[in-house]
T-cell receptor, first 111, second 114 residues
Framework: GQNIDQPTEMTATEGAIVQINCTYQ??????LFWYQQHAGEAPTFLSY????GLEEKGRFSSFLSRSKGYSYLLLKELQMKDSASYLC????????????FGKGNQVVVIP | DAGVTQSPTHLIKTRGQHVTLRCSPI?????VSWYQQVLGQGPQFIFQ???????GRGNFPDRFSARQFPNYSSELNVNALLLGDSALYLC?????????????FGPGTRLTVT
């Protein structure tokens, strides 16, 4: 079975920093992905972690702790266009690309 | 380069009917996966195909079937539609079967069953 948990919604101010957490319990683990999804649009890839530690990519950083079943996505210098749902997804098996998604965290950026 | 394309973009069907959704992956991508996303939820895995073979199936009834063609495009078929099948159906393509390759999602097909 799989359980991927994310908080449902948060509001932050333009220019601020926001951290979105994801905890997971899955039968296997072969990587954790973060996707951004604007309303009515397809998810777009943000980051991928398979080893413990921090991966930085411009304004976005993602952290993974496999022993704790925990990841976070850090968004810096928030912009209005960052208002979206942020989806955490775990790949359980090495032999395929099947992703188990959380429900997503809706981030609302206000001026 | 064109991204993942899906057709149709929107579809309205009645209960009991069947539907076929289509997906064309990014050029050179060999793997296609299908996901169902109900409003307010994350996507749920339905199928993965690689080199025309089914390589994974999610927890969906047999009313759901799919196939992949020699040009790597794919179809998702749903028979005997139920109201609960109303959702956004997403297709994702990746270069290979697995191994850290990110998946690129298409815009989705919004299916409404009445």
């Amino acid at each position: 079975g799989q359980n991927i948990d994310q908080p449902t919604e948060m509001t932050a101010t333009e220019g601020a920093i926001v951290q979105i957490n994801c905890t997971y319990q899955t039968s296997g683990f072969n990587g954790l992905f973060w996707y951004q999804q604007h309303a009515g649009e397809a998810p777009t890839f943000l980051s991928y972690n398979v080893l413990d530690g921090l991966e930085e990519k411009g304004r976005f950083s993602s952290f993974l702790s496999r022993s704790k079943g925990y990841s976070y996505l850090l968004l810096k210098e928030l912009q209005m266009k960052d208002s979206a749902s942020y989806l955490c997804a775990v790949r359980e098996d090495y032999g395929n690309n099947r992703l188990a998604f959380g429900k997503g965290n809706q981030v609302v950026v206000i001026p | 380069d064109a991204g993942v394309t899906q057709s149709p973009t929107h579809l309205i069907k009645t209960r009991g009917q069947h539907v076929t959704l289509r997906c064309s992956p990014i050029s050179g991508h060999k793997s296609v996966s299908w996901y169902q996303q109900v409003l307010g939820q994350g996507p749920q895995f339905i199928f993965q195909y690689y080199e025309k073979e089914e390589r994974g199936r999610g927890n969906f009834p047999d009313r759901f079937s799919a196939r992949q063609f020699p040009n790597y495009s794919s179809e998702l078929n749903v028979n005997a539609l139920l109201l609960g099948d109303s959702a956004l159906y997403l297709c994702a393509s990746s270069l290979e079967l697995a191994g850290g390759h990110e998946q690129y999602f298409g815009p989705g097909t919004r299916l409404t069953v009445t």
